[in-house]
């Protein structure tokens, strides 16, 4: 009977003590240390700029690509319009003597071509005389265009035109047999080169083609 106060103050001792552990625990709990904060911002900062790194680093990866399919796809759309105009024509002039034609004259940077005239059905035909159509290719400095002019004789229903062939056309040379003497030339040569910039890297494509007159 003399140990009921000491059992009972224990046991009181111990819920008060249990007591103040809940309550600090409750009251600490809910907020976070300045330390803490710092550290999580600092951990969320390196991973945006990881994250932001790797999207710069695929965005210029696509445009660098984009770029170098762009400037392959020019350079061949101009190799083969030219190569195979080529092909078709009779022979490659000095200059064309009809009215409509402008100043532009046989050169490394110009090739004047003489070709066939067509009918009213479309069709090629043989001209009498030295009537013949004419087709001009040259680079335009201004912008780096691939220009195509076509110069009709006066008895063909071809279409006389100007249109841009290509872009991005950073040089264009021509050479023949006898470069001193362009128009007994049997072949032409056609160095053509693409190029365009990519997030601060130039992007190039060059080819170089020979191509035979049809009656040569």
Not at 44 to 72: C, D, K, P, W
Not at 85 to 90: A, V
Request: charged share 20%.
């Amino acid at each position: 009977m003399k140990t009921l106060p000491t059992t009972r103050f224990a046991s009181e001792a111990r819920r008060a003590n249990y007591q103040l552990l809940t309550t600090n625990w409750r009251t600490r709990r809910p907020g976070l240390a300045l330390v803490e904060l710092i550290a999580g911002l600092g951990i969320g900062g390196i991973a945006l700029v990881m994250i932001a790194a790797i999207y710069i680093a695929h965005f210029r990866l696509f445009s660098n690509q984009n770029t170098s399919i762009e400037v392959s796809s020019q350079n061949k759309i101009a190799i083969d319009e030219i190569t195979n105009q080529i092909r078709e024509s009779q022979a490659v002039v000095a200059t064309c003597a009809l009215a409509l034609c402008p100043l532009d004259s046989t050169s490394d940077t110009v090739v004047i071509l003489q070709i066939w005239p067509i009918d009213s059905a479309g069709e090629l035909f043989q001209p009498a005389g030295s009537d013949y159509d004419f087709i001009i290719y040259k680079r335009d400095s201004s912008d780096n265009t691939l220009v195509k002019k076509i110069i009709p004789g006066t008895g063909s229903f071809r279409q006389a035109s100007e249109k841009i062939i290509a872009t991005n056309i950073s040089n264009l040379l021509f050479s023949y047999d006898d470069d001193a003497n362009p128009t007994s030339t049997s072949q032409v040569m056609v160095n053509l080169t693409t190029s365009a910039n990519s997030g601060g890297k130039t992007i190039t494509s060059t080819q170089t083609t020979k191509t035979v007159l049809r009656n040569k």
